[in-house]
């Protein structure tokens, strides 16, 4: 009589389940292997003397040089594409969970950074509205969708089983489920706004006309004041985003991003270009003229596409995802690191009244200016190696869990007699909140994964250097097929990420920003 | 539910207005359009472009307008898919442009860009000193191109160097390469040691010494190459058809008569001349051997 054992409820564990401390010596461990592999180097002679011009920028800021359109433009941008992405999003997260096919699409969809779909929607659309708001539309989608389908599928289902037999579904879904869930899709909505601003302006950096674009000006021509008032602006338009986006503004809010959307100068044959652009350029070289199906030469088309295939998995794919992989990890090492050392400063039993509001606006600065941005900063003032591609991602991922840290420690409630400083901080309030901790490390993964890639663009060579090179040389096959590699490497740790999240049983807490930006309308918020 | 009602209008108006906004536009006098590659200082860029457009309108009769790009390949993907018509390409650009399109023409070029150079310039700690023969001392130290897609910056040094270090890439013969974006920014790099040896249009080069941008303590010019085709306009083959018979002729007549010193300094040029594709063959073949092109 073992009372203590209950075959049925516990499975015999293939492997050892592993525990918070395993998980985080292990990642721990590959961070400093990465570190060894990664390329550090600092060109630049003097960065501090840069850094110090860029902060004069920053404190005498020249607002009179700021173009005023481009801040409408990356407003309408976002308000459209976010809109748009949502909407699709949402369609989409009602068959989410039923149909693999949706998932797999969607899962592709946000795999795939709004830069990359800007370079390849340009080829057909040119600079234009299209572009810019088809970019952030596309990726949202994907990942609404996922979100909302989520949402969905916590709710609470008191309400529908209450309905008479016989209910349509459509008046089911809408009387029934909508109405438990509005609140939390709302709250994640307008925060994806906020990222869509962010997304927006790094747009810029490769042409549209959004704020991005006069920051890569006058960064790159060290017009240091211009560079500053655009970037306080940026911080004030995030800053504030709760006050203009709201219910009732929402209507106004895309008429007026309709109206002023900017013209397009000249235009684009999108037939033509649409047509060009599928059926040659992303084509790759060998199938361009030849079947892989036709009875007598699919041999050796083939054996063609192999070889045009294997210098690109060999020279591009696999260095590239190495080193992608590399800059991801010890980004995400240096996150943890950061957002450990900086949530103290916002929450209330570690920082005093006067250092909170301090550590607060730090870290809301930081979360807001976009990694690429950060990225592209530090690649000017470092030169070009993983060094400035990790600041920057640790940088911004550290204030945002950071932040989001803060809050959770502010939730705990304590024992009176609890102790204080360093002995609560390491023996009370870490522990107790190391596995929202973990949950949300694991949940940046993904993120930050997709983020080195791209910054290949700027000259680290991860994925995106790849990418880059494809597309000056007019290689668009070959870019297309280096994308598809870069999603499915997103792909891949989104789902290494989840079983991992799963496997510590931290898998359901609240990892997205809005569900802690609200807490009173979903998921509870302490661990 | 009102919420989501108003989302879905939103998106139909959304798809609306993308499918329907290049069209409406399309209706009167359709503006000629044109860009150049940001090979140097944009507020440059920006001048000389500006400076083009209001001439060209006068010459022209049609509305003329210049859209900024942010990179090389971005002025190709405008010329491709029709976005503009006429392009101020370097010598492999427009080699790429005109393959992409057919029926497209290079119809004028600098004075200058017939016989084009490229500089290797080296930071003064190299201690490198200006010869007549390429400078092997390189191997091994720091290289900054200038885009990855430039003429003088990217594709015939690249040339150079793999004729000189046979067997080799650039990876292999220098420790480090990099891709600066642009030529005004290759001198600064080499000019603040990030990169030790740089390569530079030679015009370019030309216009920021004498903008005061160059520091000649620090940076200087260790090497000229042998002569090759550049810059170019490239007109697409179908603005005859948009904009009347004769067109492209009226417009090479416009470019060749530009004679206004004020147009052509911020080019770094003295006048423009006539010139056809075939002047630009010679760069397909370096292409090739360099595997940039197919």
Known sequence: MRLHVLPGILPAPRWPRPGYAAVSRWFAILGLAALLAADLHVTSLHPWSDLERLLGGLVR???????????????????????????????????????????????????????????????????????????????????????????????????????????????????????????????????????????????????????????????????????????????????????????????????????ALPPMVGSTDVGA??????????????????????????????????????????????????????????????????????????????????????????????????????????????????????????????????????RHADGLTYRPDAPRGLNLYAYETVPRLYGQFLAYLLYRWE????????????????????????????????????????????????????????SLRIADLPVRLASTDTPRSSAPVTA | MRAWLLRLATVSVLWGAAVSGPAAAQAPSKPFVFTGIPDQDESRLVERFGKVATYLEGKLGVPVRYIPVKNYPAAVTAFTNGQVQLAWFGGFTGVQARRAVPGSQAIAQGAEDAAFKTYFIANAATGLQKSADFPKAIAGKTFTFGSRASTSGRLMPEFFIRQAFPGQTPEQVFERVGFSGDHSRTIQLVQSGAFAVGAVDYSVWDLDSKAGKVDGKSVSVIWESPTFPDYQWTVRGDVDATYGAGFTEKLKAALIGITDPAILEPFGRTKFTPVTNAAYEPLVEVGRSTGLLD
């Not at chain 1, 030469?297 to 998995?313: C, D, G, Q, S």
């Not at chain 1, 000259?459 to 499915?488: C, H, K």
Request: aromatic letters at 10%.
């Open chain 1, 61 to 259: 800021p020249d607002f009179l040089a700021v173009e005023g359109a481009s801040i409408l433009y990356t407003v309408a941008f976002a308000v459209l594409g976010v809109g748009l992405g949502a909407g699709a999003g949402f369609l989409l997260a009602i068959p989410y969970a039923r149909f693999r096919a949706v998932r797999i699409a969607c899962a592709f969809l946000r795999a795939v950074h709004e830069l990359f779909w800007a370079l390849l929607l340009m080829q057909v659309f040119g600079l234009s509205a299209t572009t810019g708001i088809l970019a952030i539309a596309l990726p949202y989608a994907g990942i609404c969708a996922k979100v909302y389908a989520e949402i969905i599928e916590e709710a609470d289902l008191s309400a529908l089983r209450v309905l008479p037999a016989g209910s349509d579904p459509v008046s089911a879904f809408a009387y029934a489920r909508l109405p438990e869930v509005l609140a939390s899709i709302r709250a994640y909505t307008f925060y994806r706004l906020e990222c869509g601003m962010r997304s927006t302006l790094v747009l810029g950096f490769i042409g549209l006309p959004t704020i991005g674009f006069y920051l890569e000006s006058a960064f790159r021509q060290g017009r240091y004041g211009e560079a500053g008032a655009l970037m306080l602006v940026f911080y004030a338009l995030i800053g504030t985003r709760r006050l203009w986006v709201r219910g009732w503004t929402l209507p106004l809010l895309v008429l007026g991003a309709i109206l």
């Open chain 1, 273 to 406: 270009s649409l047509a060009r652009f599928l059926g040659h350029d992303i084509v790759p070289a060998p199938l361009r003229h030849a079947s892989l199906l036709a009875p007598d030469t699919w041999l050796e088309t083939w054996a063609a596409l192999w070889a045009w295939f294997r210098p690109i998995l060999t020279g591009q794919i696999l260095p590239g995802t190495l080193q992608t992989l590399v800059l991801a990890q010890v980004a995400l090492v240096a996150t943890a690191i950061g957002a450990l050392v900086l949530f103290p400063l916002t929450a209330r039993h570690f920082a005093g009244p006067v250092a909170r509001p301090f550590g607060r606006v730090l870290l809301v600065t930081v979360r807001s200016t976009p990694e690429y941005m950060l990225a592209y900063v530090a690649l000017q003032l470092l030169g070009p190696s993983m060094l400035p591609a990790i600041l920057a991602l640790s940088i911004h991922n550290a204030g945002i869990i950071g932040y989001l840290m803060g």
């Open chain 1, 447 to 502: 993120i930050i994964l997709r983020e080195s890639a791209i910054f290949g663009i700027l000259g680290v060579a991860t994925l995106g250097f790849y990418v880059d090179a494809a597309i000056a040389e007019l290689r668009l096959d070959v870019a297309a097929v280096l994308i598809l590699a870069t999603a499915l490497v997103a792909i891949a740790v989104d789902a290494a990420s989840r079983a991992l999240r799963r």
